[in-house]
């Protein structure tokens, strides 16, 4: 949408292109920030979900499983909660740099941590999630379930959920992946050409 010319002092002035497409770019930049603060926040709550439905799977009775007696549930358990404690700082510091128009770190350093943090955390739960699947699959196989259902049940559902936050923390580092080809390319995190 162009913007008609403005006379001022006699002269016709006419808005500039490059102003237009920078009014473009710090649309698609707020729309690109938006994207990372709804990834990450939804890799948070999933996270935070896996972690809390797998630390409270414990069934009263001595003969009953526990989560804490297997190794790939305390994996899962664990990640879970590692996940959304960084997913939470991430919502946090990606809120930051909407309101303020900084990041918390310096650019380079944001950049790269973003980026790397994302790969790390994103196989910590999918690594959690294939260790707890393989688990729920042998303990269906020994006919634990027949004997605890409920507890079969709550570990697919925090396996389930891990992997929806793997999902979500993998859709984010994309768009971080994104960030740090700018960064390299163009010298800023996010250069956007109409």
């Known amino acids: 949408m162009m913007r008609s010319p403005q006379v001022r002092n006699g002269v016709v002035e006419t808005p500039s292109p490059s102003h237009f497409h920078s009014s473009v770019s710090v649309h698609k930049l707020r729309r690109f920030n938006i994207w990372i603060v ?34 790939a549930f305390r994996f899962v358990a664990v990640a879970g909660a590692i ?19 900084a990041t918390v770190f310096p650019e380079v350093v944001q950049v790269w941590f973003d980026f790397g943090h994302d790969q790390v955390f994103a196989y910590l739960l999918l690594s959690a999630g294939s260790a ?51 960064f390299i390319i163009k010298g800023s995190r996010f250069n956007v050409q109409n």
């Open 38 to 71: 709804v990834f990450r926040f939804a890799s948070f709550c999933f996270s935070l979900a896996s972690a809390i439905f797998m630390f409270t799977n414990s069934h009263r009775g001595a003969d009953l499983p526990q989560w804490h007696h297997f190794d």
């Open 83 to 101: 996940v959304a404690l960084y997913s939470l700082f991430e919502v946090g510091a990606s809120v930051w740099e909407i309101s303020r128009g």
């Open 132 to 182: 707890g699947t393989s688990l729920a699959r042998t303990l269906r196989e020994m006919d634990m379930c027949t004997v605890s259902n409920a507890f079969c049940v709550q570990s697919d559902i925090s396996i389930a959920f891990g992997f929806a936050g793997f999902m979500f923390l993998g859709f984010s580092a994309l768009l971080s992946g994104f960030r740090v080809v700018s």
